[in-house]
Each structure stands twice: as C-alpha cells, then as structure tokens.
C-alpha cells in the first residue's frame, strides 16, 4: 500500500505566505507526476499545480507567479510554496500523485490523494 501525507496549512492574512508538504511511503517502485488541488466549498476540485518526474511544472492560471511547487525524488516529497495569497485561494488542498508498485513482478500505477488540508486566507 502507498498513501501521502501532507502537512502545513493554516489561518494567513491576505498577502501572507504558507508552504505546503507532501510525503509519499509504502512500497513504492517510482513516483511520475506529482501535483497539488484544491476544492472550496461549493466548488469542483481543481488542479493548482503539477510537477512531472523530471521537474517540469505545470501551473493554472490563477496561481501562476505567487505559488511555486517543487519536488524532491530522493525523498518522495513534493512542496507547494503559495506567496501573496488571496481570500480566493482558501480551500482544502489535496496532494496527488501517481504511484507505481512492484508486486509479484508486475508493475502497477496508482492515482493516490492524500488527506487534504485546509487553508484559509482572510482578508
């Protein structure tokens, strides 16, 4: 079994800054995209930011130039640093990333989600 465990949100004042954390364990063979969501009440999820294997990241538009995710594949994490936030960026935010496990010498992919954890910006 694999599962993410992330960590790091919080209350900050519009204009603040907080760093989200994501941790992968288990059995795990290798990690390919890894990225962050969010979901506000009453909202659909959506996608924030992704990172692929070799570091290429991906960002939606109303985040690009304030968050910055990154990842370490030394030690299965990936980060979500979010600067200059906004009241509109309050939701819960879920790590995801897909997982490949070595079992009985077969390969098999997993979309994981972790926990989620909130974030709230007042304004």
């Known amino acids: 079994q694999v599962q993410l465990v992330e960590s790091g949100g919080g209350l900050v004042q519009a204009g603040g800054s907080l760093r989200l954390s994501c941790v992968a364990s288990g059995s795990i063979f290798g990690i390919n995209d890894m990225g962050w969501y969010r979901q506000a009440p009453g909202k659909q999820r959506e996608l924030v930011a992704s990172?692929?294997?070799?570091?290429?990241?991906n960002y939606s538009d109303s985040v690009k130039g304030r968050f910055t995710i990154s990842r370490d594949n030394t030690k299965n994490t990936v980060s979500l640093q979010m600067n200059t936030l906004k009241p509109e960026d309050t939701a819960v935010y879920y790590c995801?990333?897909?997982?490949?496990?070595?079992?009985?010498?077969?390969?098999?992919?997993?979309?994981?989600w972790g926990q989620g954890t909130q974030v709230t910006v007042s304004s």
């Open positions: 990172i692929t294997r070799r570091n290429t990241p």
């Open positions: 995801n990333a897909v997982i490949t496990t070595l079992q009985l010498d077969q390969l098999h992919e997993w979309d994981v």
